[in-house]
């Protein structure tokens, strides 16, 4: 499935940064860059949601006054909703657990083909006063057991699962450190990217031992590197996936509307620097308020899947929190939703009615 052609070599070592001074500095990598494209990775065209944390209020106890960050119904109940929709492709955010609970429900029962996970267990978050919301997270989740127990548990799906993360250039820098606010920022080089650097080759070789256990599974199990930035002096594509021990499976793009270049200019600086096929790219992350939320996911996705990309997620399905309502489903002043959609949920719809 994922091709492990030498065409060239390219060796290159990190600075040492703040993780490296504590923990010891990461090894020199070669890394494997194909000097010719690889062969198309195949995924079905699809349209789907992100859901955020919809696993933990089922584990409150009775009158337990459930955060504004978290969505009142689970995962499994999301994905018979998208299905109702004609959704096929679903990315999650499981807080409690990426295995159990109604997960495993969605695994086997639901109607989905495509599903993203995020795992969010052992996801740990540091705030950093030197920094103006300088937030720096540490998922330490080990994907490669997971793999391993999606790929004996569930193996005998025809379905498509991808262990994913955080955006890395988030967790790279501290999302708003910078070297006058962060006292480990070296300037030229993220202050944790020796960190995320390790985090992604554990991430890629722990998955790709648990397929090669299970070479006969119909389930398909893959990683991928999600990123924000394109175009920057540093950024993640340019400067960690050319460093990783193997390519990774995929790569996740985050795009908005406030970015200063397009969709497709950032999906192809990600192909240029990454050196992997436009099959090998998906958009993981797009959304916007109304009253243009239409608009933007009929154009960004559209954009996408015609320069090549087959999966594309909506940010996202209920926003539970204040202000501009990036969600799919419309809220009544008071903040409590209306079980309308939005014209999100139209785009949605058409979109994957077009591609398929």
Not at 178 to 195: K, N, V
Request: charge should be negative; include cysteine.
């Amino acid at each position: 499935m994922v091709s492990t052609t030498i065409e060239s070599q390219v060796v290159r070592r990190l600075p040492c940064d703040y993780w490296c001074q504590e923990f010891g500095p990461v090894p020199t990598w070669t890394r494997l860059i194909p000097s010719v494209p690889k062969e198309p990775f195949i995924l079905p065209k699809r349209i789907g949601p992100v859901v955020v944390f919809n696993d933990m209020p089922q584990y409150y106890p009775p009158g337990f006054r459930v955060g504004i960050n978290i969505a009142n119904e689970t995962n499994s109940t999301v994905a018979k909703t998208a299905s109702q929709f004609g959704i096929k492709a679903v990315k999650f955010w499981p807080r409690v657990s990426a295995l159990g609970g109604d997960m495993s429900w969605v695994y086997t029962k639901s109607d989905l083909d495509v599903i993203v996970v995020r795992p969010m267990l052992d996801a740990i978050t540091d705030e950093y006063n030197d920094c103006t919301s300088g937030v720096v997270v540490w998922e330490e989740a080990d994907y490669g057991k997971i793999a391993e127990s999606l790929l004996r548990r569930f193996g005998d799906q025809k379905k498509v699962i991808i262990l994913t993360g955080w955006e890395s250039d988030h967790q790279a820098t501290g999302v708003a450190c910078t070297p006058e606010t962060h006292p480990w920022y070296p300037g030229e080089l993220a202050p944790f990217a020796d960190y995320v650097l390790r985090m992604l080759n554990e991430r890629q070789l722990g998955i790709e031992a648990a397929r090669a256990m299970y070479p006969d599974a119909s389930l398909v199990v893959l990683h991928a590197v999600e990123v924000s930035e394109a175009f920057s002096d540093w950024n993640v594509a340019k400067d960690i996936i050319p460093l990783m021990q193997h390519e990774p499976d995929l790569v996740s793009v985050t795009y908005w509307h406030w970015n200063n270049y397009s969709i497709t200019e950032m999906l192809q600086y990600v192909a240029d620097n990454t050196h992997l096929d436009r099959s090998r790219i998906f958009v993981g992350e797009i959304g916007g308020p109304e009253p243009k939320q239409y608009e933007r996911l009929i154009t960004g996705a559209s954009d996408a899947i015609e320069w090549g990309v087959s999966l594309v997620f909506v940010w996202h399905w209920r926003q539970s929190w204040g202000g501009d309502n990036f969600g799919l489903w419309e809220k009544n002043e008071l903040g409590e939703f209306t079980g309308d959609w939005t014209r999100g949920m139209d785009a949605i719809m058409e979109l994957n009615e077009a591609y398929n």
